[in-house]
């Protein structure tokens, strides 16, 4: 079955960066387009960024600039470096299957914490 593991959160802060990771299973990994989304306290789910399966990416503009996304298709992972963190950036971060456009979202995984508070 597909899954998606998130790693990497934990509080930093502000002006630090923070490496998430994203192990993914169960799937053709390489053959998806993969997106991070991330769900501040008490607000939505909001989409952050996304990679397609030929490495082309996007960002929303509250993390153009700051965070990169990338993958490694030898061992099924995805990562979003983030930089210069602010406090607008806490919240939960999934990884998520699909999601080129938020509509587009398959499925996500549990998610990983991230509080930048100083």
């Known amino acids: 079955q597909v899954q998606l593991v998130e790693s990497g959160g934990g509080l930093v802060h502000p002006g630090g960066s923070l490496t998430l990771s994203c192990a993914a299973s169960?799937?053709?990994?390489?053959?998806?387009?993969m997106a991070w989304v991330r769900q501040a306290p008490g607000k939505g789910l909001e989409w952050v960024s996304a990679?397609?399966?030929?490495?082309?990416?996007k960002y929303a503009d509250s993390a153009k600039g700051r965070f990169t996304i990338s993958r490694d298709n030898r061992v099924n992972t995805l990562y979003l470096q983030m930089n210069d963190l602010r406090s607008e950036d806490t919240g939960v971060y999934y990884c998520a299957q699909g999601g080129w456009t938020p509509e587009t979202i398959a499925r996500r995984g549990q998610g990983t914490a991230v509080t930048v508070s100083a």
């Open positions: 169960g799937f053709s990994f390489s053959s998806f387009t």
């Open positions: 990679i397609n399966y030929g490495g082309n990416t």
